[in-house]
């Protein structure tokens, strides 16, 4: 089992400030709640979500095993007052942001005291009559929200594979990067207000499908035929520095509260025909669906390891020291109507990837943002772009599996796919760990396209 660490003391603070490692938890605490051994919500995870039963308010839990621990329930008893000023309020809101505004050092000192009093032999919660039984919800009678009020929201477009394969896809024969693709991260603003929580069903979204046919004037219009999905990985914001004050890439972690899954829905036909000259746009904005638990970067620092290596150097501002990756695991399954209607036969593995395949780091991402002096948000959402790897079974979406479909997939009953169908549900799934390290998991994040 893990140790993790009980309280924050004021070096770790300047330690984070500086953009240097802390010391990864060790590993042997127990806690006394109940935990499967395949969980991907053990102690030493401990992810933020906002949850909510039938006539009930909507108010912020921690997945502990097959659990929700109803943050507001311990905080109307006092037990969180020693970490966070105001907690009573913080933890009936039906969203993170009102924490996320408080900064990393409140952070740090919440997630000390809920490991403080999950940690076996702590009675704190167990010897008020009731309470645990009050607190610790199941999850199968919990709704789960989306859990913070988007901000803002910027998808990248930093996988060296992703970028790679669909140069070569829709630019033959020329070079397949951009000549600015190793100097930055580039991305570009989507739509905040069509972020979605997890389950919400996907429309299948119309547009202008291409150029004018041979001898036509007019581009046709009408549902999306190339539908796809995207598995990415966001990170979510506190408030920044002033405008006009850039964040180096060596404190940018400062500011990052936690990681989510992410799928990025994309119209490839609709975003072939409109992306020249400024980007993404209409081909990207009609959903992005994201998980319903956000894990704590405190969580995830024994899974750091090295990046791809970046060449040429990068300027300055960019430039990060030791392991700035993360080994977080990523599965996409997909499950077709016809596959549902027999038997529940179990989803077809589309793509199993990493996020340490990513070229930019989340810390170099929003370095460049701010670069100019913009200003960051409580509650911002930064998605990495698609996560690829170096093979055919680790794209990070169809465009690139089925070669923008010249190449499609003989699904194992039978169907193809090039692009997904109606009915199609698209499920991504992450988690750290394995080779003898626990397990800490993101859930899933799923949509079903409508039709």
């Given at each position: 089992m893990w140790t993790v660490d009980r309280r924050r003391r004021p070096e770790e603070d300047a330690t984070e400030h500086s953009g240097?490692?802390?010391?990864?938890?060790?590993?042997?605490?127990?806690?006394?709640v109940p935990v499967p051994p395949a969980s991907d919500f053990p102690l030493v995870n401990l992810p933020y979500g906002v949850f909510t039963r039938r006539g009930e308010t909507p108010r912020l839990g921690v997945a502990i095993g097959d659990h929700v621990l109803d943050l507001k329930a311990l905080a109307s008893e006092g037990l969180l007052d020693s970490?966070?000023?105001?907690?009573?309020?913080?933890?009936?809101?039906?969203?993170?942001?009102?924490?996320?505004?408080?900064?990393?050092?409140?952070?740090?000192?919440l997630r000390a005291r809920l490991i403080e009093l999950l940690t076996e032999p702590n009675r704190e919660?167990?010897?008020?009559?009731?309470?645990?039984?009050?607190?610790?919800?199941?999850?199968?009678?919990?709704?789960?929200?989306?859990?913070?009020?988007?901000?803002?929201?910027?998808?990248?477009?930093?996988?060296?594979?992703?970028?790679?394969?669909?140069?070569?896809?829709?630019?033959?024969?020329?070079?397949?990067?951009?000549?600015?693709?190793?100097?930055?991260?580039?991305?570009?603003?989507?739509?905040?207000?069509?972020?979605?929580?997890?389950?919400?069903?996907?429309?299948?979204?119309?547009?202008?499908?291409?150029?004018?046919?041979?001898?036509?004037?007019?581009?046709?219009?009408?549902?999306?035929?190339?539908?796809?999905f995207e598995v990415e990985v966001g990170f979510i914001t506190g408030n920044g520095p002033p405008l006009g004050t850039p964040i180096p890439a060596k404190h940018a972690e400062t500011h990052i509260f936690g990681l989510v899954l992410v799928n990025d829905w994309s119209a490839r036909d609709i975003q072939a025909w409109e992306y020249q000259p400024l980007g993404p746009f209409l081909g990207k904005s009609f959903a992005t669906s994201v998980s319903p638990w956000v894990v704590p970067l405190d969580a995830l620092v024994?899974?750091?390891?090295?990046?791809?290596?970046?060449?040429?150097?990068?300027?300055?501002?960019?430039?990060?020291?030791?392991?700035?990756?993360?080994?977080l695991h990523l599965d996409?399954?997909?499950?077709?109507?016809?596959?549902?209607?027999?038997?529940?036969?179990?989803?077809?593995a589309l793509s199993r990837t990493n996020l340490r395949y990513l070229y930019w780091t989340p810390a170099q991402?929003?370095?460049?943002?701010?670069?100019?002096?913009?200003?960051?948000?409580?509650?911002?959402?930064?998605?990495?772009?698609?996560?690829?790897?170096?093979?055919?079974?680790?794209?990070?979406?169809?465009?690139?599996?089925?070669?923008?479909?010249e190449r499609p997939l003989l699904l194992t009953n039978g169907e193809t796919r090039a692009f997904l169908a109606d009915g199609d549900t698209v499920t991504v799934?992450?988690?750290?760990?394995?080779?003898?390290?626990?397990?800490?998991?993101?859930?899933?994040?799923?949509?079903?396209?409508?039709?």
């Open positions: 240097e490692e802390r010391p990864a938890p060790a590993l042997h605490a127990q806690t006394w970490a966070l000023v105001g907690a009573r309020a913080v933890c009936a809101a039906p969203m993170l942001n009102p924490l996320l505004e408080r900064g990393r050092p409140a952070w740090g000192a919660l167990r010897n008020r009559p009731g309470l645990a039984e009050q607190a610790l919800i199941p999850q199968a009678d919990a709704t789960l929200l989306l859990p913070f009020a988007v901000a803002d929201y910027v998808d990248f477009y930093s996988s060296l594979e992703h970028a790679t394969n669909l140069g070569r896809i829709f630019r033959p024969g020329a070079d397949p990067l951009p000549p600015n693709w190793r100097h930055l991260p580039a991305g570009y603003h989507g739509r905040s207000g069509t972020v979605v929580p997890s389950g919400t069903p996907i429309a299948r979204p119309q547009g202008q499908l291409g150029p004018p046919p041979p001898g036509g004037t007019r581009p046709a219009f009408g549902p999306t035929r190339k539908l796809d024994p899974y750091r390891c090295p990046g791809p290596p970046q060449d040429p150097p990068v300027l300055d501002y960019l430039a990060v020291s030791g392991n700035r990756a993360i080994d996409v399954t997909l499950s077709t109507r016809a596959l549902r209607a027999n038997g529940g036969a179990e989803p077809l991402q929003l370095a460049h943002v701010t670069s100019n002096g913009a200003t960051i948000r409580a509650g911002d959402l930064y998605a990495s772009g698609t996560v690829s790897g170096p093979g055919p079974s680790s794209a990070g979406s169809l465009v690139e599996r089925t070669w923008n479909g799934r992450g988690w750290c760990g394995g080779d003898g390290r626990p397990r800490i998991g993101f859930g899933a994040v799923s949509g079903t396209v409508m039709g």
